[in-house]
């Protein structure tokens, strides 16, 4: 079956004969047709769905479905173990097929993933068989986010990737906040419609849970699965993976070694991995803590607010403050250049703790208080969060094994977060949530000072 670019490049020429157009404007013609804004938005969107969905959602389905806490605590950590292992496995995507065969491949496989996991709440052993589904789709969400990266560092130019990462950063958080924010609010609001509100009967709140999360988890299913249609027609292939060779386990396993190998030969990359574990120590603390601060009891220093109000704030005055933080980041490092812009970034990316310090400390009421806070926090980690993101792009990528290096630095950005996250629950009982985010606040000197500092390998290029 032809290729749908190909048929319409195909198109393209003959109707450019037809009416006289010359091989320039053709060519331009079929290059607009693959404006990366036409798939940029939505590739991220598809990427960072899953991961927010197994992180945070899954945790609030299991918990409305009866399952202890330490039970959801242990699987939907392990679960989330792909997207710190998956450089393992990317040299692998570097010798099959292209980059956009394994996009929509797993696009389409985590569609059909989250269906399953929808008919799995209906069981009685639905938390083993569900854990089982969401590891898989992990395991293709993982794989998503290497082969997308490919495509985007491929098909785009230094200055392209700077101007289009804040795009790539909005859309990857936009889908953030449509899983945790909207989602949940539509999983709140459906649990009171099937019946399992407030005064409900404990049995008749688990069913009502089941049925509105199965809903839940059916728009997620058919979203994906169209989004990988999508790709399938707009998507540009990223090209070859590699030139064709042996592909035997052997020399699979001797490609893996040597791109292991290549990247910790890399300059400076003692400095790079300190470096990318760093710069989100404090966002690690804080990142499973602040939910549970907002929701917790006035009495005991939190908030007080339900999961319909949490979804509200984050589905709407997060939203737009993400995007805005996002996209004026893109501009101004493309304008200015990265290495000039880097400290600032990080600066922003660390206000939002101030803001919840301060949240803790006075405990308000006031619902415009609370939303100016977090649009703090959503602006500043969209600003702050791109910086990082091109700094791995174009300083720790690039070389011979492009693809599979940036996997491996995001892999180990996704472990900074993991590790301070996973004892960051014991700090919290411990020191209460006034001195916690107190002490987060310090936690942002050694990325403060280790960003200042940080040398730069390849030229830094500027519109």
């Known amino acids: 079956m032809l290729d749908f670019l190909f048929f319409i490049r195909i198109v393209l020429l003959l109707w450019g004969k037809y009416i006289n157009l010359n091989e320039k404007q053709i060519l331009n013609m079929n290059r607009d047709y693959r404006n990366p804004i036409k798939w940029v938005p939505s590739v991220y969107f598809a990427m960072g769905m899953p991961f927010v969905v197994l992180n945070m959602v899954s945790v609030l389905m299991f918990k409305g479905m009866g399952v202890s806490d330490a039970q959801i605590a242990l699987w939907t950590s392990l679960i989330m173990m792909p997207w710190t292992l998956k450089f393992l496995w990317s040299p692998f995507l570097e010798m099959f097929r292209t980059k956009k065969f394994f996009v929509v491949l797993t696009q389409l496989a985590t569609g059909v993933g989250f269906g399953l996991v ?46 289009y990462i804040g795009w790539q950063g909005a859309f990857y958080n936009i889908a953030k906040i449509v899983a945790s924010g909207g989602l949940v609010w539509l999983a709140g609001w459906l ?68 791109v292991i190998s290549a990247f910790f030969k890399k ?69 200015r250049g990265l290495k ?58 690039p070389g011979k094994h492009q693809m599979a290096h940036y996997a491996f630095a995001s892999g180990i950005m996704n472990l900074g977060v993991m590790l301070p996250g996973s004892i960051s629950g014991y700090v919290s009982d411990w020191l209460g949530y006034e001195s916690f985010f107190v002490f987060t606040m310090f936690a942002t000197i050694p990325a403060l000072l280790i960003t200042y500092f940080v040398p730069f390998t390849y030229p830094d290029e500027k519109k």
């Open 340 to 397: 000039k812009t880097l400290f600032s970034l990080c600066c922003i990316f660390n206000l939002p703790f101030v803001a919840y310090t301060l949240l803790a400390m006075y405990q308000p009421e006031n619902g415009w208080l609370i939303g100016s806070a977090i649009v703090l926090e959503y602006f500043g980690y969209g600003f702050g969060f791109v910086g990082l993101t091109l700094f791995m792009m174009q300083q720790v990528a």
């Open 191 to 258: 649990l009171i419609y099937f019946g399992g509100g407030e005064g409900a009967l404990p049995e008749a709140q688990r069913e009502a849970a089941s049925q509105a999360w199965m809903v839940v988890m059916l728009i997620l299913g058919g979203v994906m699965f169209l989004l990988g249609l999508y790709h399938a027609k707009v998507l540009p292939s990223g090209g070859n993976a590699v030139e064709k060779s042996s592909r035997d386990f052997s020399e699979t396993s001797r490609r893996l070694i040597e």
């Open 118 to 163: 929808a008919l799995a709440l209906q069981l009685p052993s639905f938390f083993a068989v569900c854990i089982a589904l969401l590891a898989i789709i992990a395991f293709s969400g993982a794989t998503h986010d290497i082969a997308a990266d490919g495509v985007y560092m491929s098909e785009l130019s230094q200055q392209d990737q700077a101007k």
């Open 267 to 335: 300059k400076h990359i003692g400095y790079y991995i300190a470096f990318i574990i760093i710069y989100r120590l404090a966002e690690g603390f804080v990142m499973k803590i602040v939910p549970l601060f907002l929701k917790a009891d006035r009495a005991v220093g939190g908030l007080g607010l339900n999961e319909q109000e949490i979804g509200l704030y984050y589905g709407t005055y997060g939203a737009a403050a993400f995007v805005l933080g996002s996209l004026l980041a893109g501009y101004y490092i493309s304008n």
